[in-house]
């Protein structure tokens, strides 16, 4: 099989020569640097011949994109205008890694909303995926690896939204000017559609995908009722339109712990979800035995085994193994791997996770 045959049918349920190997292999900035000391070539990368797919979550961006300025640093950190318009205070040792103090979001009022948009949300797919983006998508129709758009950051009814003002500010909308959030999610929504439409003008795709990440390590940041209410209708809204011109699959990307919020997306009609963090409380097995087949996983392997070792490792493979079995799933990570995973261990879980989808595990 080839790698998009292999995905297609591992979501379908239907025989496969082996399972999808290598989706979500990722690692912190930091990762990298340490594993340099361990022999890792970041040239080369990381030398195993995973299932390739076509990932694309940088469509869907502010474009154009704020200029990076300054506007204040110390020899402990700086303060700057990100490429999305908010002024953040940065660490200077570890950025990537540490997380930002968020100072202001470019977003107070809904004339400051309208502006934004105007200016930097319009669906120009030349300006977006360049001049010749026709014939690029266009080639796509013969491909032998899975199409996965995924609106990055900017295509989901709280990630975005938060984007724009805070989460802070977000909250206190939905019950100080709920008319205001409905206009920021159906112009998100009219945005995503508009985006769509002209991409699947040229090809189809494999999978669409929303990006949230609104849930912390005990619970989501907006409770069901409210994502009920609010979100629904809009995720319906997108997601029927697309499937009317043949996309089957819809994912979401949250972290943390999004238990209470799984019905509500099984109903706006998403199939899939990733990464279900083991360290929120999130379990695939469990989740596949409540919702059953009909919602698909991506993910789901603790990465803190990686640290621990190869007991470890084999340990947690084997805890998944029997989801994996079943089918329905892609494993991989629960997220990218942070400095305390060495590259013996990473090459390890490689090795054994190959064992796992060739059934030798």
Known sequence: MDARQRFLNTLNYR?????????????????AQHWQTEGFDPQVGHGFATDPYAWHGGWFFPNPPFAHEVVA??????????????????RRDNPHS??????????ETRADFRRFWAERMQPDLVARLGADYAAGLAACRTREAPLIVIADRWGGFFGGPRNLTGVENLCLL??????FV????????????????????????????????MAYKTAPLLGPEMVRRFMLPRY???VEHLRAKGVQWFALDSDGDISSLIPVWLDAGINILYPFEVQCGMDVLQ?????????????????RAL????????????????????????????????????????????????????GRL
């Open 98 to 107: 540490s997380m930002p103090q968020f100072v202001r979001f470019p977003v």
């Open 307 to 358: 640290a621990l070792g190869p007991a470890a490792i084999d340990a947690e493979l084997r805890r998944i193994r029997p989801l994996f079995e079943e089918g329905g799933y892609i494993p991989g990570l629960d997220h990218s791997m942070p400095p305390d995973v060495s590259y013996p261990h990473f090459r390890y879980y490689m090795e054994r996770l190959w064992d796992l989808v060739n």
């Open 287 to 303: 989740v596949r035995k409540q919702y059953g087949r009909d919602l698909r996983l991506w993910c789901g392997i603790d990465k």
């Open 73 to 90: 640093e110390d020899a402990e950190t700086i303060t700057y205008v990100n490429h999305e318009g908010i002024l953040l205070r940065e």
């Open 174 to 179: 939905f019950y100080d000017d709920p008319a």
């Open 15 to 31: 025989p496969v020569d082996r399972g999808f190997y290598g989706m979500w292999v990722g690692w912190w900035p930091e990762t």
């Open 182 to 213: 409905e206009e920021m999610m159906d112009t998100t929504a009219d945005f995503l559609i508009a985006m769509m439409d002209q991409i699947l003008l040229h090809t189809d795709i494999d999978v669409f995908g929303f990006w949230e990440d």
């Open 236 to 238: 319906r809204r997108v």
